[in-house]
């Protein structure tokens, strides 16, 4: 399996933006989807964003949508969340996932799809 370590969470304030990094080891990231849960205080862990292993298809929750933006540079090993205009409500521990049997263009937003996750990373957003 492939190891993944999320890095960049912090404290911003509302307004503010955050670019968190996934970095994979072990395996090559292109033959594997990817995408980024969150999970706050209490609540379930959900889907923020997707990306194919193509990189081209993209899925994103509604409730960031038109604020943040996955990307991955398979080079590098690497898959982004780039967090715009960020909510109080963004506050959540972050994790990225890989899906080591997707199709080429497959975009996946359960949980159950992914094999892979990192350890997390928090993101606190202050009023």
């Known amino acids: 399996q492939v190891q993944l370590v999320e890095s960049g969470g912090g404290l911003v304030q509302a307004g503010g933006s955050l670019r968190l990094s996934c970095a994979a080891s072990g395996r090559t990231l292109s033959t594997h989807a990817m995408a980024w849960f969150r999970q706050a205080p209490g609540k379930e862990r959900d889907v923020v964003a997707a990306?194919?292993?193509?990189?081209?298809?993209?899925y994103y929750a509604g409730t960031v949508k038109g604020r943040f933006t996955i990307s991955r540079d398979n080079a590098k090993n690497t898959v982004y969340l780039q967090m715009n205009s960020l909510k109080p409500e963004d506050t959540a521990d972050y994790y990225c996932?890989?899906?080591?049997?997707?199709?080429?263009?497959?975009?996946?937003?359960?949980?159950?799809?992914?094999?892979?996750w990192g350890q997390g990373t928090q993101v606190t957003v202050s009023s």
């Open positions: 996932a890989a899906n080591p049997t997707a199709a080429y263009s497959g975009v996946y937003s359960l949980a159950s799809s992914y094999v892979s």
């Open positions: 990306i194919s292993r193509s990189g081209y298809n993209t």
